[in-house]
């Protein structure tokens, strides 16, 4: 076998950041960005909100954990990744679901969707919806039946997309009131996805704080909203129910299962968009926005050939003839 030199180039994973923030820091900020979900989610659904978020994220740390130990590597749970799978995978649970359903859906976003592929910067979809979504084919019962919301006398689904939107006037008294009580949140759905305002306040921030890109989220929301409004669906319904918010905030801007090229982005957003309005539309499932991100995550790939991008900086000023040749021939 022919030896190799040992000036060889590696080039690492994604993610691939251009900062001098570093990966802890921005994770930190993430987990901050969650903080308005995480409270709003507790002030609808009560404790059993809070023992999900509590549980998913204890596991997904238990879990890293153990993996890096049981393979022999320094355990990386110092980057709060692991944290933030928690979060976002308990966000995305039913407030009700069993503490033992929410420990593997853990499991599986860590181990099988992260771990297995290298850890983080290495997985191909994103593990916190990879954990719901096999949650959600093996248990579809729990995970899209319904629950009781803290002093609701009535039984709500999972997500009002369940259900049918009251015919009522534009504007009229219940309209308003219909949409009043979607953009507040205080109806049956998954924990961080149903308070319009805390996400709002969370998208604002990370892009304060550059943290996300506007152009997945943003084209995912458009293409999304575009389509219900030519097929006649309600644009306001569509917008403010389910998880379209949450997931093009949160799930369509990972770092590591998302574009990096601008283009690839815009694409990326649109197809998710797309892929969303398709299966609430006609599929037998009546929240497409899990399957939308990972099947567009699975397309990723050829995505950053788009435009290819070109890491590095460019100077500032051309530099002269002199400067490059050294002086006068």
């Known amino acids: ?150 002093g609701a006398d009535a039984v709500s689904s999972a997500t009002p997309l369940a259900s049918v939107m009251p015919a009522a006037k534009a504007f009229s008294k219940e309209a308003l009131d219909y949409y009043w009580t979607l953009f507040t949140g205080n109806h049956a759905g998954c924990i961080g996805e149903t308070c319009i305002p805390a996400i709002v306040i969370s998208a604002v921030f990370l892009l304060a704080t550059k943290v996300i ?36 905030v949160f799930m369509a801007t990972d770092y590591t299962t998302a574009p990096v090229t601008k283009p690839g982005r815009l694409i990326f957003g649109a197809g998710c968009g797309l892929i969303t309005f398709l299966i609430r539309r006609f599929g037998g499932y009546p929240e497409g926005v899990m399957f939308s991100i990972l099947i567009m995550n699975s397309l990723v790939p050829f995505l950053n050939n788009v435009n290819q991008r070109k890491y590095g900086y460019s100077p500032k000023k051309n530099l002269s003839s002199k400067n490059i040749g050294g002086g006068k021939n």
């Open 1 to 150: 076998m022919q030896e190799t030199y040992s000036n060889e180039i590696y080039l690492s994973p994604t993610p691939h950041f251009s900062s001098k923030r570093k990966t802890k820091q921005i994770m930190l900020l993430v987990i901050v960005s969650l903080l308005p979900q995480c409270a709003a989610g507790i002030y609808h659904f009560g404790l059993s909100a809070l023992t999900t978020i509590l549980v998913s994220v204890a596991s997904c740390v238990l879990f890293e954990t153990l993996f890096c130990l049981l393979i022999k590597k320094p355990v990386s749970t110092g980057d709060f990744s692991a944290v933030i799978t928690g979060l976002l995978l308990a966000l995305t649970l039913p407030p009700t679901i069993p503490f033992w359903m929410t420990i593997l859906g853990a499991f599986f976003a860590i181990i099988v969707a992260k771990a297995f592929f290298g850890g983080i910067g290495c997985n191909v979809w994103n593990p916190a919806l990879t954990g719901r979504a096999f949650l959600v084919i093996s248990f579809p019962l729990v995970m899209g039946g319904g629950y009781v919301l803290p």
């Open 213 to 248: 890109d506007f152009r997945a989220p943003l084209m995912m929301i458009i293409t999304c909203c575009l389509c219900s409004l030519l097929s006649g669906t309600d644009v306001l319904y569509t917008l403010m129910s389910g998880g379209l918010l949450f997931g093009a």
